[in-house]
C-alpha cells in the first residue's frame, strides 16, 4: 500500500487543516466500552474522563478506526504515574492479560530508564508488530523520544497521535518525538488505558481520514459486545461457597482458588450467550492418576480382552458450570481427550451415542500447564459449542434437558487453577447458527 502523507490527505479533502470532532462527550461515556474493569474504574466528571487506575484494564472506543488524529490532554496525580494510549487495538484482551494486541503510545512520568522513558515511547504489544523510527539500543520493537518534553505531576500534557496507513507518530506538547512504521495491525480499536495509578484525561478529539480498500479490514475486531462479568478486583458480583469463602480470592486481576473446595458461582443468571474465559493451571497437582482413554465416539477405550486402556497423566480438573447445572459442566483437565468435554452428558449411559459422541473434544487443544488457555463457549438452546486456543473441541452438541437460564459457575476439584478474561455476551434466544 502507498503510504500517504498527511499533506496529500489534507489535500485530498479540500481544506487546510483536518477536521475534528470529539471523541468524549465530556459528560457521560457514550461511545466507550468498559472492555475489562470495574464500574468504578472509569467515570465522567468535570469535563474529564477519570480513571483510579485499578485494576489494570482498558476502556475502548465503540467502534474501530484505521486512518485518524487523535489530540487529548493528560495528567498523572502522582509524581509515578502509568498509564496508555492504545492504537488499532482488538476487542478483546489477549489470552491470560488484562491487555490488547496494539500499539502503545505510553503515557507515564516518573521513570526514566535506559530501554524506557516517560517521555512518549511508541511500542508493539501482545503480537502486534511495529518497527520504530529508531533503533532501540537493545533492539526492541519501542521508539524511545527524541527529547524530555512531559511535564510533572497535576499538569496537563498535550498529545498528537498520527496513525496513517500503518504509521505511527506522537508529539508531546507540541514537537514530533516518537514514532513507528510498518504496523501491524493498522485497524481497530482506540483505547485508554488504567495501569495502577490515578489518571486524567480530556479535550479528546479525532479527524479521520480517507482509507484506501484495506487488507486489514477483518480480524479480531469483529467480537464486540462483551462485558466482564469478573471485574479484576473483587468478587462481588460471584456468590462464594458457604464455609469455604477463603478458598477463591481476586488477586492481581484473576481469580485465584487455591483447590480446597467450594464451587465459585456468578449472582446473574443467562440464557442464551458467548462466554470468553481465560484459565490456567499451576504446578499443584492432585498426583500420579491412571485415567482411562476416551474414543472419538466417548466411549473409553478396551483392549483386546476387555479391560480397559489407561494412561498416567498428572491429575489436574476443574470445569465451568453452565446454567446453574453441575452435569452441564464443560471440563478442563489434564486427560488425553483434552479440556471441553462435557462429562456429564458424555458419561451418562441413558444418552444417545450422537449426544454421547458430541460431547466428546475433537482434539486435544490444551496448551502446556501454566501457560494460559482461552474458551470460548456458546449456548444457544439447548445447543453448545467449545472453541479452545482457538480450535472448535465441542461443535453443536446437544444437552437434552439443560435448563434454559441460570447462573455460570467455576469449579473446585482438588488442585489450584486461575481464571481472567470472565467475559459474557448475552444474546436474544434463537436457534442455533
Known amino acids: 500500500m502507498i503510504t500517504l502523507l498527511l499533506t496529500t490527505i489534507i489535500a485530498l479533502a479540500g481544506t487546510t487543516e483536518p477536521t ?68 488499532w487495538a482488538d476487542a478483546l484482551p489477549a489470552v491470560g492479560t488484562p491487555f490488547t494486541r496494539a500499539i502503545e503510545v505510553q503515557v507515564m512520568i516518573g521513570t526514566e530508564t535506559p530501554n524506557y522513558t516517560s517521555e512518549g515511547d511508541i511500542f508493539s504489544i501482545w503480537g502486534a508488530v511495529m518497527t520504530p523510527d529508531r533503533p532501540h539500543p537493545a533492539g526492541w520493537a519501542r521508539c524511545l523520544p527524541s527529547e524530555a518534553r512531559t511535564k510533572g505531576a497535576g499538569e496537563w500534557n498535550h498529545y498528537r497521535v498520527e496513525c496513517i496507513d500503518g504509521r505511527v507518530t506522537l508529539a508531546v506538547n507540541g514537537a514530533v518525538v516518537s514514532g513507528g512504521f510498518d504496523c501491524n495491525p493498522r485497524r481497530g480499536y482506540i483505547c485508554l ?53 477463603s478458598n477463591w480470592e481476586a488477586r492481581g486481576g484473576r481469580i485465584i482458588h487455591n483447590g480446597e473446595g467450594g464451587d465459585l458461582w456468578t449472582q446473574e443468571s443467562y440464557e442464551n450467550f458467548d462466554l470468553i474465559v481465560d484459565w490456567r493451571w499451576t504446578d499443584d497437582h492432585q498426583g500420579e492418576m491412571d485415567r482411562p482413554v476416551i474414543l472419538p465416539n466417548g466411549r473409553e477405550a478396551l483392549d483386546e480382552e476387555g479391560n480397559p486402556v489407561t494412561t498416567t497423566v498428572l491429575e489436574r480438573d476443574s470445569g465451568i458450570f453452565l446454567r446453574g447445572s453441575s452435569k452441564s459442566q464443560v471440563n478442563l483437565w489434564c486427560w488425553s481427550v483434552g479440556s471441553g468435554e462435557v462429562w456429564g452428558y458424555r458419561t451418562d449411559q441413558s444418552m444417545t451415542p450422537e449426544v454421547r459422541r458430541k460431547c466428546t473434544p475433537r482434539a486435544n487443544a490444551d496448551n502446556p500447564v501454566g501457560e494460559w488457555n482461552r474458551y470460548f463457549i ?16 465441542i461443535e453443536e452438541a446437544t444437552l437434552p434437558g439443560v435448563p434454559m437460564s441460570g447462573p455460570i459457575g467455576l469449579q473446585s476439584h482438588g488442585n489450584e487453577v486461575e481464571f481472567t478474561n470472565v467475559l459474557i455476551r448475552p444474546v436474544p434466544l434463537d436457534p442455533f447458527p
Open 193 to 245: 488505558e488504567a495501569e495502577g495509578s490515578p489518571v486524567d484525561f480530556k479535550d479528546i478529539l479525532i479527524s479521520e481520514l480517507p482509507t484506501e480498500a484495506s487488507p486489514w479490514a477483518e480480524g479480531s475486531n469483529e467480537a464486540t459486545g462483551f462485558e466482564p462479568i469478573f471485574n479484576g478486583l473483587d468478587l462481588d458480583d460471584w456468590k462464594l461457597p458457604k464455609d469455604d469463602e
Open 20 to 87: 475534528f470532532r470529539p471523541l468524549f462527550n465530556g459528560t457521560d461515556l457514550t461511545g466507550w466500552v468498559n472492555m475489562n474493569g470495574d464500574d468504578s474504574t472509569w467515570r465522567a466528571e468535570s469535563g474529564m474522563i477519570r480513571c483510579t487506575g485499578k485494576p489494570v484494564c482498558l476502556l475502548r472506543t465503540d467502534r474501530v478506526y484505521e486512518n485518524f488524529i487523535l489530540e487529548f490532554k493528560w495528567r498523572h496525580e502522582s509524581p509515578k504515574g502509568n498509564a496508555g494510549l492504545f492504537v
Open 378 to 393: 456458546r449456548m444457544r438452546g439447548d445447543k453448545l459449542m467449545v472453541v479452545l486456543n482457538g480450535q472448535t473441541v
